[in-house]
């Protein structure tokens, strides 16, 4: 008996041993693997490609962003080293500038610059002549680079600035390669919440649309289809060169003049629903079908609620 008992325990003390290993070699897998995925989510930060070429605004001490001049800036990456060009040119006035040669470092998660003049326009007071240091972040979700900047000769020229990826051209020469027209619609959206375009155009590329559907003999917008509505307009109003075609169509029922009419008022009341919500009147064209192209049989119910509809199409 005294010799079973010993049996007994020493197997149970070997399952212990032998369940406590695997639990701590377990424990060691998971830290080593959450270790990894932080290690990537690091070095994939640090790795940022903030190269290339940027259009923005500075924006001075008390000043909004429609007030800020315009800044341009062509980086290349060494490493967490930064050089290139920067042109700051005044605001509504793209004759008076400043080229700067700029270095900088990135530390992965901020981008540090100094600037210092290669060429001014003129040595008068209207030219740019005050060298700029930045202290800028990335920010993924908008597609900004965006911070805050000091003058170490100009006491008096602090502020923010932002920047988005553009084709801007940074030069050296008198001519600017590009005029400031960009620079209406960038403040404009930047104050409407919106991020930047290369943002918005991949949200334009990637947007579907839906078919808006409507009642027996009816031109009101029903409540599931808003949220959709909704994405498409703030798009729309986003754009600036985008437009939409908006389409009318009704299903087989009734005359063919009262049928087109009905779908003019759909398209109308689609029209009038992006216009609310801030859509240019000049962006939205609307075209009216009636009843000639049914996509759907009108024999029967649902054919005939397939064809009570209005489509859209970017143009």
């Keep these: 008996m005294l010799i079973l008992y010993k049996s007994i325990m020493q197997s149970s003390l070997k399952s212990l041993i032998i369940g ?5 070699f377990r424990n060691m897998i998971m830290r080593f693997f959450i270790s990894f995925i932080l290690l990537f989510a690091f070095q994939d930060l640090s790795a940022q490609d903030l190269s290339g070429r940027w259009s923005g605004i500075l924006m001075n001490a008390g000043e ?3 007030e800020g001049d315009v800044i341009y800036l062509q980086l290349e990456s ?8 920067s042109r700051v040119e005044l605001i509504d006035n793209e004759i008076e500038f400043a080229t700067k040669e700029i270095k900088g470092v990135f530390d992965g998660e901020h981008l540090t610059l100094k600037d210092d003049i290669i060429r001014r326009s003129s040595k008068t007071r209207l030219s740019p002549e005050c060298k700029l240091a930045f202290e800028l972040k990335y920010y993924p ?3 900004y680079l965006k911070g805050k900047y000091s003058s170490p000769d100009c006491r008096s020229k602090f502020g923010e ?3 988005f990826r553009a084709n801007h051209e940074v ?3 008198k001519e600017p390669t590009s005029t400031h027209l960009w620079r209406t619609f960038f403040t404009r959206n930047y104050e409407k919440g919106y991020p930047a375009p290369e943002i918005l155009k991949k949200e334009q590329q990637n947007f579907k649309f839906e078919t808006i559907h409507f009642d ?3 031109a009101e917008i029903r409540p599931e289809y808003k949220e959709f509505l909704d994405r498409m307009a703030r798009i729309l109003d986003a754009v600036h060169d985008l437009r939409v075609k908006i389409t009318g169509h009704t299903d087989g029922e009734g005359t063919d003049d009262y049928n087109m009419d009905l779908s003019e008022r759909r398209a109308d009341a689609l029209r009038d629903y992006f216009k609310k919500r801030g859509v240019e009147p000049e962006k939205l064209e609307i075209d009216f079908k009636g009843k000639r192209q049914p996509v759907s049989s009108n024999q029967t119910k649902e054919g005939r609620q397939e064809n009570r509809r209005v489509v859209f199409e970017f143009i």
């Design 161 to 163: 600035v932002v920047f």
């Design 141 to 143: 979700e908008s597609a």
């Design 64 to 66: 909004s962003i429609s």
């Design 78 to 85: 060494t490493g967490n080293n930064f050089s290139g060009l």
């Design 20 to 24: 406590t290993f695997f639990d701590l």
């Design 216 to 218: 027996f003999d009816k």
């Design 171 to 173: 030069n050296i020469e």
